[in-house]
Each structure stands twice: as structure tokens, then as C-alpha cells.
């Protein structure tokens, strides 16, 4: 049968009300978490709010700027191409452009080249192939289409000079539709002549010819021109035959356009350009002399050159652009760049808000393109949403990091809080009411009642609470101790002082002259026995002594205390000469001497058989100096300043005169020196030096 458990019951303490003071600790503790994360807090603001100061300066610098590089962009050819042809799309057919030039000069592949490079005209294919779409007109011919264009290919077969077949030969094929008029040419490559590798010819149209066969009498048209020139070093980085290898062939075409031509016939006012020109269908094909295609313009969707629709990524988020020719609207962009990763809707607003230091000023710019076809006036217009919009997606990125020191504060705090200041509030509490019941005035109705041994535990504060439990249990003890050995001391030391005062009495009756050597130390203990008589503990004495300080001339008393050592029963004290004159200190001379004998009897204790104890005199404008030096054993460091504690003494010594009747030194010299020098403004301290231990008395100057 399982018995009950027995709950003692626990004494409850009585306890002061503890004041804002012992809590101090604990509002501290908070407040530095709450300011620590205001702090946090506020660096993150301060840091986004200039940082939002740089970036409006830098849009606000730079966006001049943009419109210059834009402007820059277009008044370059391939620029005036886009300005030229706006409604051209991205992803579109061949179909001819408006060349910012009045004409090409397709006869010479130089001339051609540079101008569909610079132009930036060519349609790129897949295949390393380009096509190149213009249109032109003069007055003789009407409107007309250039073609040129590269491909890579072999050795060209050249059609014979009047021959029908064109199946062996390399020809082109081409198909124009507009305005519902259809035109058809083959036209086949007719050679002129060869320089080593490279060739150079014709192509030859003949109209209203799809097949592979020309017609009886078949003639050229004459409005339709075409060269090819295949030249240029070897595509391949080794073939079998050089001759053989595949080149880089340049083909330039004018075609003319019968629906232009028969407008310009009927004297009616041709527009131009034609405003229906992208409904212009236009293919081109080449075919080898084995029949396989080389090159078809609407076999695959080119890249396209640069459009004016292009021109948008290069606007950052709220930035509009707006594009007029005489007065009237060409095309309007608006930026479209979205800022690397997603902005935050918050952070946005929180950005809006911040104030700035500087105001923008107007994001408005003005610039204008000369173009064949007139001047295009470019207006520039900015919005700085799109800047809160880019920082904040810039600041969401980072936000995390405030966030996770957020956090982390809190949890710090947390885990603090509340698993650690409880306890303590708890036991600050619990140690409040320790002290209160062990004040003197209650200590001995309360001291039995005390009682901290439910706070135990096996952590920190459990520890601390057990040694506290262990303390009092030992303080209790050792009260009743103490109380009885000063209650022994007290009357023991009442009696010696009664026995020592009538015999001292005698002898200063029997020593009248106040220069004997002998009567000065009857006087010093005649005022030891005072300062002692009646008194609880020899420790409560000497700290309760009155010392009247007078001007004393600490050389003149070192030279007396040398010379009358040896009747002290010290011999061998040496004094080092000392011609500064007189060093005149505040001090009681018969408790400096009383001091100073104290510490040659402990040199005399420790020193070197036959070595001798020096004093040496320094002093300067901070005050004075006596050294007392001793060879022998130097002390141990733990024990430089607790030699001068009350009760502490050197059992290894051997027992000297002034020790305890039973050899037992209660180690009261050194604590008289120190503090009888406290008294007098003095201060001690023991040095290892030398081969020994020196004692250094300073002293104030009066």
C-alpha cells in the first residue's frame, strides 16, 4: 500500500517592501531589449530613407542623360530606321523598310555591305543567313525593292549564254504580292568572271518564269537587276578541296513593283513613303544547281532589327517617351523594365512617406531627330513610383535580415525573461527577506526562522540558493561562536589592561626625565594599554583609535629611530644618508614610531643572520617616502596584501619575544602599521626586491 506523501508547511518570511531601486536591474534588463530593437528598428528606417535619397538623386542625375543616349540611338542610322518604320512589330515577314538613305548602290558589294551594316537593316536567320528589305523610288521606274542579302555556299554553276535549262544552274526565285498584284522572276547566275576562288555575276530576271525551263524566246526584264558575288576566305578550318569549300555569297536584287510604277504612270499623287507598304508580301528563294534550297526568306522567323518598340526596355518603370513628327503623334513607350524581384506593397508605402532632405526637381526632357523624312520631337517624362518601386524590391530582398534580428532579440529576451529573471525576482525576494531578519535588532529572535532551502535546484540559481541555505546554516553557528569568543576576549583584555596600568604607572615614576630613551617607550605603551583597555577586540581598538597629527620632520625621526633601535632589542638598522634636508609630513610620532617598529620587528623576523635592515628616505612634490629593506625570503604574491589583515601571521617564523606567551603570534603588527598610517593619511605595502622584501611607507607632506 502506497503511502500519502506529507506536505511540510513552508514559513513564510516576513519581508520590506522592496522599493523602484531593487527592481532597477530588472527595467533595465527590458529596456535594453525595447531599445535594442528600436534601435534595430530605426537603422533599418535611416538606412532606407538615404538610401532613397541616393536613388533619387541618381534618377534624377541620370535621367537627362537617358534621353540623350536615346536620342543618340537614334539619330545613328540603325536608330533613324526604327524612327522611319514605326509600325514595324518584333516578330513580323520580310518586308521592305524605309532606308534612312535615298538610295543603295547595289552594284558595287562594298557600298552595299556598308550600307546594310550601318543601317542595321538585315533580317538574321538561323542558318548564318541575312536579308536586308528596302524600298526606292525614282522617276523613271517608279517605287522599287531592294533585296540584299548573304549566304554561305559551294561553287556556283553558271547558266550558259542562251540556254532554256536552268535546272544545273544556281538561280533565285522571286514572288512579290501587292496592292493585288502578283510578279514572278527566276532569275538564273550568269558568270562574268573569276579571280582564283572568288565569283562575280549576274542574276538575270525573267518575269512571269516559276519553273526550271524559260520559255522559246524567253527575254530579261530589264527593270529587274541583280548581282552575286561569292568571295572571301574558307568557312571550314579544313577541307578536303579548297576550290570546293564553302564561301561567303553577297546577293544584291532591285525589284521593281508594277503597282508603284503604274501609280506613278496615272499622274496621280503618289504618297511616299506608302503608308500601306508593310502589306507588301515578299519572298526570295535560292536554289543550287542540284536543286536544293539555299536560302528562304519564309522558311523560318528572322530577328528582326531595332524597332521603336525595342526602344521600351531601355525605360526604367514610370518613364513614358513620346515620339511626334510635325505635330502629330508618331508612337508613345512606357517603360516596361521590371525591378529585380518583387516589390513589397508595404515597403513601397513606408518609402513614399519618408522624408527627403532635397526636393527633385521636374523630370521632364526635351530633345529632337533629323531625319530624311523630317524632324521627330522626343519628349521625356519620368515618374519616381517606378524608383520606390525598384528600392523596394531592393529592400524586400534584405528585409529578412532585420527580421531575423528581430527575432532574434526576441527570443533572447524571451528565453531571459522567463527563464531566468523570474528566478532571480524570486530569489532577490526571498534574500530581501534574509536581510531584513538579520539585522541586528532582530537577528536573534529571527535567526532560528530563517530557512532558504526550498530554492534549491540543480542549475545556477538552484546552486546559489542552496549556498545560501548552507551560509545561514553556518552563520548560525558561527554567530553563537563569536558571541562567545567576544564576550572571552573582552574580559580577557579588560583584565590584562587593568593588571598592565599600575605597574606601567611605577615605572614612569621611576623614569623622570623626559629625554631617557627609556621613558619614550614606557609613554608608547602606557598609550597601547589605553587604546586597548575596556575595549571589545584588539581589531575594534586599533580601528577606533584617535591619532592627533602634528609637523613632523620624517628625517630627523628616521636618524632618532635608527640610532635607538638596538634598546627596541633590533640591531643592525642602518640608515642611508640623506642630504635633502628636512621632510616635514603630518603624522603622530608616537604612533609612526609605534608603526615603524612594528614593521623592523617583522624584518628582524625574516632577514639573513648578520644582514642588516636599511632605511632609505625618498620624497618629491606628490610627498615622502621610507623604505625599510630586509634580505631574506621574499612573500609568496597570494599574500602581499592579506599580511596586513588582521589575525594573518607567518607560522614559519620563528617565535620571537613579542609573540603570544605560547609561541603563537596573533598576527597584529602589520594590521597596527596600516592602520594606524589611514589614520595619518599614510599608506603600506610590501615589495619583493633585491634578494628580499621591502616595506614602503608613503606619507602626505605637510
Known amino acids: 500500500m502506497r503511502l500519502p506523501r506529507l506536505r511540510v508547511p513552508r514559513f513564510e518570511l516576513s519581508a520590506p517592501r522592496l522599493g523602484l531601486a531593487a527592481w532597477r536591474s530588472r527595467l533595465v534588463f527590458h529596456g535594453v531589449f525595447l531599445l535594442l530593437a528600436l534601435a534595430t528598428l530605426a537603422l533599418a528606417v535611416t538606412l532606407l530613407r538615404e538610401e532613397k535619397e541616393r536613388a533619387y538623386q541618381r534618377y534624377a542625375e541620370g535621367f537627362a542623360r537617358s534621353l540623350d543616349t536615346l536620342a543618340a540611338r537614334l539619330r545613328h542610322p540603325t536608330g533613324q530606321l526604327a524612327l522611319l518604320n514605326p509600325d514595324q512589330s518584333e516578330s513580323r515577314e520580310a518586308t521592305p523598310l524605309l532606308l534612312p538613305f535615298s538610295a543603295i548602290d547595289f552594284d558595287d558589294p562594298q557600298k552595299v555591305s556598308s550600307a546594310v551594316e550601318m543601317s542595321g537593316c538585315a533580317l538574321h536567320y538561323a542558318n548564318g543567313a541575312s536579308l536586308c528589305l528596302a524600298v526606292g523610288s525614282n522617276a523613271y521606274a517608279g517605287g522599287f525593292v531592294y533585296a540584299v542579302g548573304s549566304i554561305n555556299s559551294g561553287p556556283l554553276v553558271a547558266r550558259s549564254r542562251g540556254g532554256l535549262e536552268l535546272a544545273g544552274v544556281d538561280r533565285a526565285h522571286v514572288h512579290l504580292a501587292y496592292r493585288g498584284q502578283a510578279q514572278d522572276w527566276v532569275a538564273p547566275f550568269e558568270a562574268i568572271d573569276a579571280d582564283g576562288f572568288a565569283q562575280r555575276g549576274r542574276l538575270t530576271g525573267f518575269e512571269g518564269t516559276s519553273g526550271d525551263t524559260l520559255p522559246r524566246r524567253a527575254r530579261p526584264d530589264r527593270d529587274f537587276r541583280g548581282w552575286l558575288w561569292r568571295e572571301g576566305p574558307c568557312l571550314t578550318q579544313a577541307a578536303a578541296?579548297?576550290?570546293?569549300?564553302?564561301?561567303?555569297?553577297?546577293?544584291?536584287?532591285?525589284?521593281?513593283?508594277?503597282?508603284?510604277?503604274?501609280?506613278?504612270?496615272?499622274?496621280?499623287?503618289?504618297?511616299?513613303?506608302?503608308?500601306?507598304?508593310?502589306?507588301?508580301?515578299?519572298?526570295?528563294?535560292?536554289?543550287?544547281?542540284?536543286?536544293?534550297?539555299?536560302?528562304?526568306?519564309?522558311?523560318?522567323?528572322?530577328?528582326?532589327?531595332?524597332?521603336?518598340?525595342?526602344?521600351?526596355?531601355?525605360?526604367?518603370?514610370?518613364?513614358?517617351?513620346?515620339?511626334?513628327?510635325?505635330?502629330?503623334?508618331?508612337?508613345?513607350?512606357?517603360?516596361?523594365?521590371?525591378?529585380?524581384?518583387?516589390?513589397?506593397?508595404?515597403?513601397?508605402?513606408?518609402?513614399?512617406?519618408?522624408?527627403?532632405?532635397?526636393?527633385?526637381?521636374?523630370?521632364?526632357?526635351?530633345?529632337?531627330?533629323?531625319?530624311?523624312?523630317?524632324?521627330?520631337?522626343?519628349?521625356?517624362?519620368?515618374?519616381?513610383?517606378?524608383?520606390?518601386?525598384?528600392?523596394?524590391?531592393?529592400?524586400?530582398?534584405?528585409?529578412?535580415?532585420?527580421?531575423?534580428?528581430?527575432?532574434?532579440?526576441?527570443?533572447?529576451?524571451?528565453?531571459?525573461?522567463?527563464?531566468?529573471?523570474?528566478?532571480?525576482?524570486?530569489?532577490?525576494?526571498?534574500?530581501?527577506?534574509?536581510?531584513?531578519?538579520?539585522?541586528?535588532?532582530?537577528?536573534?529572535?529571527?535567526?532560528?526562522?530563517?530557512?532558504?532551502?526550498?530554492?534549491?535546484?540543480?542549475?545556477?540559481?538552484?546552486?546559489?540558493?542552496?549556498?545560501?541555505?548552507?551560509?545561514?546554516?553556518?552563520?548560525?553557528?558561527?554567530?553563537?561562536?563569536?558571541?562567545?569568543?567576544?564576550?572571552?576576549?573582552?574580559?580577557?583584555w579588560h583584565a590584562v589592561g587593568h593588571e598592565i596600568m599600575s605597574p606601567l604607572q611605577a615605572l614612569l615614576a621611576l623614569h623622570p626625565d623626559e629625554d631617557a630613551a627609556s621613558r619614550r617607550y614606557l609613554l608608547r605603551m602606557q598609550q597601547a594599554v589605553r587604546v586597548l583597555y575596556g575595549t571589545a577586540s584588539p581589531s575594534?581598538?586599533?580601528?577606533?583609535?584617535?591619532?592627533?597629527?602634528?609637523?613632523?620632520?620624517?628625517?630627523?625621526?628616521?636618524?632618532?629611530?635608527?640610532?635607538?633601535?638596538?634598546?627596541?632589542?633590533?640591531?643592525?638598522?642602518?640608515?642611508?644618508?640623506?642630504?635633502?634636508?628636512?621632510?616635514?609630513?603630518?603624522?603622530?610620532?608616537?604612533?609612526?614610531?609605534?608603526?615603524?617598529?612594528?614593521?623592523?620587528?617583522?624584518?628582524?623576523?625574516?632577514?639573513?643572520?648578520?644582514?642588516?635592515?636599511?632605511?632609505?628616505?625618498?620624497?618629491?612634490?606628490?610627498?615622502?617616502?621610507?623604505?625599510?629593506?630586509?634580505?631574506?625570503?621574499?612573500?609568496?604574491?597570494?599574500?602581499?596584501?592579506?599580511?596586513?589583515?588582521?589575525?594573518?601571521?607567518?607560522?614559519?617564523?620563528?617565535?620571537?619575544?613579542?609573540?603570544?606567551?605560547?609561541?603563537?603570534?596573533?598576527?597584529?603588527?602589520?594590521?597596527?602599521?596600516?592602520?594606524?598610517?589611514?589614520?595619518?593619511?599614510?599608506?603600506?605595502?610590501?615589495?619583493?626586491?633585491?634578494?628580499?622584501?621591502?616595506?614602503?611607507?608613503?606619507?602626505?607632506?605637510?
Request: proline share 5%; charged share 25%; hydrophobic share 45%.
Open 241 to 492: 578541296d579548297e576550290a570546293g569549300c564553302p564561301r561567303r555569297t553577297l546577293f544584291s536584287l532591285r525589284l521593281p513593283v508594277a503597282a508603284l510604277r503604274d501609280a506613278l504612270m496615272s499622274h496621280t499623287h503618289v504618297a511616299w513613303p506608302p503608308p500601306d507598304l508593310a502589306q507588301m508580301a515578299l519572298r526570295i528563294t535560292l536554289v543550287d544547281a542540284q536543286g536544293r534550297t539555299l536560302f528562304d526568306s519564309s522558311a523560318q522567323a528572322p530577328q528582326s532589327p531595332i524597332t521603336l518598340a525595342g526602344l521600351a526596355s531601355d525605360l526604367q518603370s514610370g518613364e513614358m517617351l513620346r515620339i511626334e513628327r510635325d505635330g502629330r503623334l508618331v508612337t508613345t513607350l512606357r517603360g516596361q523594365a521590371e525591378p529585380e524581384g518583387l516589390p513589397s506593397p508595404w515597403l513601397t508605402r513606408l518609402i513614399r512617406v519618408l522624408p527627403l532632405k532635397t526636393e527633385v526637381p521636374q523630370l521632364r526632357a526635351h530633345d529632337s531627330v533629323d531625319t530624311p523624312l523630317g524632324r521627330f520631337e522626343l519628349t521625356m517624362t519620368g515618374e519616381l513610383r517606378g524608383v520606390d518601386q525598384t528600392l523596394s524590391a531592393g529592400a524586400a530582398r534584405v528585409s529578412w535580415l532585420v527580421g531575423g534580428m528581430l527575432v532574434a532579440i526576441f527570443l533572447a529576451w524571451l528565453v531571459i525573461a522567463m527563464g531566468l529573471m523570474r528566478r532571480i525576482a524570486r530569489l532577490t525576494r526571498r534574500a530581501a527577506a534574509v536581510s531584513y531578519n538579520m539585522q541586528p535588532a532582530r537577528i536573534d529572535d529571527r535567526i532560528g526562522e530563517l530557512d532558504v532551502t526550498d530554492l534549491r535546484g540543480s542549475d545556477e540559481l538552484g546552486i546559489l540558493a542552496g549556498t545560501l541555505a548552507d551560509l545561514l546554516a553556518r552563520a548560525k553557528l558561527a554567530l553563537r561562536r563569536e558571541q562567545l569568543r567576544a564576550e572571552h576576549e573582552r574580559d580577557m
Open 540 to 702: 575594534e581598538a586599533l580601528a577606533s583609535a584617535q591619532i592627533a597629527a602634528t609637523r613632523l620632520d620624517l628625517a630627523a625621526f628616521a636618524r632618532q629611530l635608527a640610532d635607538n633601535a638596538a634598546y627596541a632589542g633590533i640591531a643592525g638598522v642602518v640608515l642611508e644618508p640623506w642630504d635633502g634636508g628636512p621632510i616635514f609630513v603630518s603624522a603622530d610620532e608616537y604612533s609612526l614610531e609605534d608603526v615603524v617598529t612594528h614593521v623592523l620587528r617583522n624584518a628582524d623576523r625574516h632577514r639573513a643572520p648578520g644582514s642588516a635592515i636599511t632605511l632609505r628616505l625618498a620624497a618629491d612634490a606628490n610627498g615622502a617616502e621610507l623604505r625599510i629593506h630586509n634580505l631574506g625570503p621574499t612573500i609568496p604574491a597570494d599574500m602581499l596584501e592579506r599580511i596586513f589583515d588582521y589575525g594573518v601571521s607567518d607560522a614559519a617564523a620563528p617565535a620571537e619575544a613579542n609573540a603570544a606567551p605560547n609561541g603563537e603570534r596573533r598576527g597584529q603588527g602589520l594590521f597596527v602599521a596600516r592602520s594606524y598610517l589611514a589614520k595619518m593619511d599614510g599608506r603600506i605595502a610590501a615589495v619583493n626586491e633585491a634578494g628580499g622584501v621591502s616595506f614602503v611607507i608613503s606619507m602626505t607632506l605637510s
